[in-house]
């Protein structure tokens, strides 16, 4: 059975800094891009950050540019999402995801894989 399994979320002030973890078992995903997505309350689930299959390549909204860093550990079966410089409107909760393709994509439906997500809380 495929999990993934989310971590690292909480409550941090403005200007702080949070790394999300997410473990996947059950199979290995490292032919797979893997995609990290937020969602606030009352609106739709978005792209944050994705990595490509191999790790070389990423991709970032807009907003985190140069706030965020995603990674992931082959060995480990794992994707980071490293967040500094956190302001309140990056509040939601956050979910890693799998695509079933090699590089990343924006759109939800293109990932089969997601965790349960982690909530994370940037106060002013």
């Known amino acids: 059975q495929v999990q993934l399994v989310e971590s690292g979320g909480g409550l941090v002030q403005a200007g702080g800094s949070l790394r999300l973890s997410c473990a996947a078992s059950?199979?290995?995903?490292?032919?797979?891009?893997m995609g990290w997505f937020r969602q606030a309350p009352g609106k739709e689930r978005e792209f944050v950050a994705g990595v490509n299959w191999s790790g070389g390549s990423t991709y970032y909204k807009d907003s985190v540019k140069a706030r965020f860093t995603i990674s992931r550990d082959h060995a480990k079966n794992t994707v980071y999402l490293q967040m500094n410089s956190l302001k309140p409107e990056d509040t939601a909760v956050y979910y890693c995801a799998v695509s079933r393709f090699v590089y990343p994509t924006t759109e939800v439906g293109t990932y089969d894989y997601w965790g349960q997500g982690t909530q994370v809380t940037v106060s002013s």
């Open positions: 059950g199979r290995t995903f490292s032919n797979y891009a």
